[in-house]
């Protein structure tokens, strides 16, 4: 929806005709039973197109089975058979054998769903003697009613936003569905909200040269959110998203005319700039070893480090997040990175693991979806640094709600891969360190970074060998000559790139033009 409408069409909004809102979903179940007997109960979640799914997770733990994720790909294994599933495909393929389904896979807040028919054509060949029975229980006569939805009185659960290079989006989650009307003006953009319930105006500054503020306020029955622009915008975007219902607004800043831009530039831009950001800090001393060593004095060390070898042996400009023992909230390491302008961002971190034997270095990119379970807690751990931060940190910046609706870094993640191959490879290898591999999992600190971006493992504080090494100056300075050995080749494959990009039309894949 571009900023400028007609007169006849903010008639037919203000007429409610551009109205949105989220699909439903409703809950069934059945009944999962082997030859000696019930399972459990398995939900069925059936969206209002008709389409059914069940969770992969939930069915593998009635089965005392396994559930796996690595990328795309879902396993499923009972005993020693196993189903395997795509995301966004319409197959699965049990025991080798391909298996069509009715809908693709696909992955929402709680985990992955996979078609409903799956049960009738992929279980038996995956758990022989299974069976699936109907749900019939009755009910109880004390039962009380299923309580119907109070019409104009849906809560507001949270206000946000999030400022990019290119654009500003604000998202406002609500307890349940709802109506909206978009209308983009000159100064402000207008959101009526029927029905949303609201006791009194939130106001939120932003301030990127781009919104200047945010204002939601009741206004009778309704509420409307009023985003008070500081200078021309250009395209505005809405879109709805669900569980937890999510309305998300994107004001876009104006196109650079036709030519515009340095000559020669075409899709990519040199590299001039990476932020470093050191892990944890002040009140936040991250895994702490054996002997008392602390990640936060690790890790600020070696970043320095490198900071010192990418400036003197690429040309690069290095700015830190954290210069010194200082406390700086998960979600503003991004943040300075974006207003920065950075071309990269490299985050720093030492690990931990409750089996002391834990050791070697490894590489994360984001994503919503972890390698493994190892990855997972991984990203966990790191996570909780946000327990640390102020109440309203914590309000404004839920964890698993900020990496699915944060969808910026996604545009970034085939190049950060890229970057944490190179970097993960030039450890290993120079380091004689066991090499835990590059993996992905939705790590906070990365979340909204609009530029490739990689957290960094440099090694077990738990484990005692590890630890002794992380405590000296040695061993710390040959972490960094290999971060830096990673990132100097990054940068020469991507001039190489780059070169190409500027003899050639039209220009190949690189780092999008912010």
């Known amino acids: 929806m571009t900023r400028r409408l007609t007169t006849g069409v903010l008639l037919a909004v203000l007429m409610g005709l551009l109205v949105g809102v989220a699909p439903a979903a409703r809950v ?16 069925i979640t059936v969206m209002d197109d008709g389409s059914a799914y069940i969770s992969p997770d939930h069915l593998a733990a009635l089965l005392k089975g396994a559930w796996s994720v690595k990328g795309d790909r879902g396993i499923l294994t009972v005993h020693t058979r196993t189903a395997e599933f795509l995301r966004g495909q319409t197959r699965a393929t049990v025991q080798g054998q391909p298996v069509a389904l009715d809908s693709a896979a696909r992955v929402e807040r709680a985990g992955w769903l996979v078609s409903r028919d799956f049960l009738g054509k992929g279980l038996p060949r995956l758990a ?195 210069d010194s023992d200082v406390f700086v909230p998960l979600r503003e390491r991004t943040n300075f990175a974006n207003k920065q302008g950075a071309d990269l961002f490299v985050s720093i971190h030492a690990n931990a693991h409750p089996q002391a034997v834990s050791e070697g270095v490894e590489t994360y990119f984001l994503s919503s979806e972890a390698s493994d379970n190892a990855a997972r807690q991984v990203a966990a ?72 971006a990689i957290l960094i493992e440099v090694g077990f504080l738990t484990n005692r060998k590890e630890e002794k090494k992380l405590a000296t100056p040695e061993h710390r300075e040959a972490l960094a000559r290999a971060i830096y050995a990673g990132l100097a080749e990054y940068k020469r494959r991507y001039d190489q790139r780059l070169r190409t990009a500027q003899t050639q039309s039209p220009a190949p894949k690189g780092l999008p033009k912010r």
Do not use: C
């Open 28 to 43: 069934e179940s059945v009944e999962v039973r082997d030859r000696s007997g019930r399972l459990g109960i398995l939900s």
């Open 128 to 322: 022989p003697g299974v069976s699936i029975a109907a749900v019939t229980e009755a009910r109880k006569p004390d039962a009380k009613p299923d309580a119907k939805p109070v019409q104009g009185a849906v809560p507001l659960e949270e206000l946000r936003y999030r400022s990019y290079p290119s654009f500003t989006r604000i998202v406002i989650e609500t307890g349940a569905r709802l109506a909206y009307a978009v209308v983009a003006g000159n100064e402000e953009v207008r959101v009526r909200l029927p029905g949303l319930s609201l006791a009194r105006a939130r106001v939120e500054e932003i301030g990127d040269g781009l919104v200047q503020e945010v204002r939601l306020e009741p206004v009778g029955d309704a509420a409307v959110l009023r985003v008070r622009l500081e200078g021309q915008a250009g395209e505005i975007k809405h879109t709805v998203l669900q569980d937890p219902y999510r309305l998300v607004l994107d004001v876009y800043r104006p196109k650079e005319p036709a030519g515009g831009g340095e000559p020669g530039r075409g899709g990519m831009q040199p590299l001039h700039l990476i932020v470093l950001d050191a892990g944890h800090g002040g009140h936040d001393s991250g895994a702490v070893g054996p002997s008392g060593v602390m990640e936060k004095d690790v890790v600020l060390d070696v970043t320095r480090r490198v900071a010192r070898m990418v400036e003197s042996g690429l040309g690069v400009k290095v700015v830190l997040s954290r």
């Open 381 to 452: 751990t790191e996570n909780n640094v946000v327990q640390l931060e102020s109440p309203a940190s914590r309000r404004q910046g839920d964890i698993l709600k900020s990496i699915l609706w944060d969808l910026a870094q996604s545009e970034f993640q085939e190049e950060s891969s890229s970057m944490a191959e190179t970097v993960q490879d030039s450890m290993s290898k120079s380091l004689n360190l066991v090499s835990r591999g590059v993996k992905q999992a939705g790590f906070y600190v990365l979340g909204g970074a609009a530029m490739p």
